[in-house]
């Protein structure tokens, strides 16, 4: 079992609806990543939480440290939030462990 | 541009030779991280640097990869003799670091590399 468990792994929706991705961890962290891999490679960061919620746009983090759970949601999804969505635990040495990601795909 | 930057982004090698990637930090980070990324699945990690210390290696990193980081600024990564299962797309990231604190890391665009 991996330390870091996404869900979906691929996830297909229609332009305009609401999109949830879980993680769940089961390592002791310090920070929570969510992070986004666009084709090509380049990885951005989107949040780093070690507790309650964060906003940033139509972006929404939320994490549950006493469940060891995560969630990413993405408000009035668009074609353009395309990509693969990746949730990395931060263990207190600074060391990341990523999930494998999920696929999003936004049909217009 | 999270402005760390890889050189180059992609490279071709035939199996057997040695491959070197260079990763160049935000000028103000003493910590710099290597991973490594398959094909469909997340990035792993590989080693990271505190300035010019490197603290701590992957098992992953066999005795062909080498990591420097001489002057505490850009890093390089060495893979000699490299293999078809060395294929894959090699991250750099940098961030701030200090014990007691976690700090979010920035990632380059990576280094595509490909063994024929």
């Known amino acids: 079992k991996n330390e870091v468990e996404q869900s979906p792994q691929n996830l297909t929706a229609q332009e305009g609806e609401f999109i949830t991705i879980n993680c769940s961890y089961s390592v002791g962290i310090s920070a929570l990543h969510w992070l986004q891999q666009h084709p090509g490679g380049g990885i951005v960061s989107l949040f780093m939480?070690?507790?309650g919620k964060k906003k940033h746009g139509r972006l929404i983090a939320t994490i549950n440290i006493q469940e060891k759970h995560s969630s990413l949601h993405i408000t009035a999804s668009h074609p353009r939030d395309s990509a693969v969505y990746i949730c990395?635990?931060?263990?207190?040495?600074?060391?990341?462990?990523f999930g494998k990601g999920t696929r999003l795909h936004i049909l217009p | 541009d999270t402005g760390v930057s890889q050189d180059p982004r992609h490279k071709i090698t035939k199996r057997g030779q040695n491959v070197t990637f260079r990763c160049d930090p935000i000028?103000?980070?003493?910590?710099l991280y290597w991973y490594r990324q398959t094909l469909g699945q997340g990035p792993e990690f590989l080693t990271y640097f505190q300035n010019e210390a490197q603290l701590e290696k992957s098992r992953l990193l066999s005795d062909r990869f080498s990591a420097e980081r001489p002057k505490g600024s850009f890093s390089t990564l060495e893979i000699q003799r490299t293999e078809q299962g060395d294929s894959a797309m090699y991250l750099c990231?940098?961030?701030?670091?200090?014990?007691?604190?976690?700090?979010?890391?920035?990632f380059g665009p990576g280094t595509r590399l490909t063994v024929t």
């Open positions: 939480l070690s507790s």
């Open positions: 990231a940098s961030s701030v670091g200090g014990a007691g604190a976690s700090y979010e890391q920035y």
């Open positions: 990395a635990a931060m263990n207190r040495d600074d060391k990341i462990i």
């Open positions: 000028s103000e980070h003493n910590r």
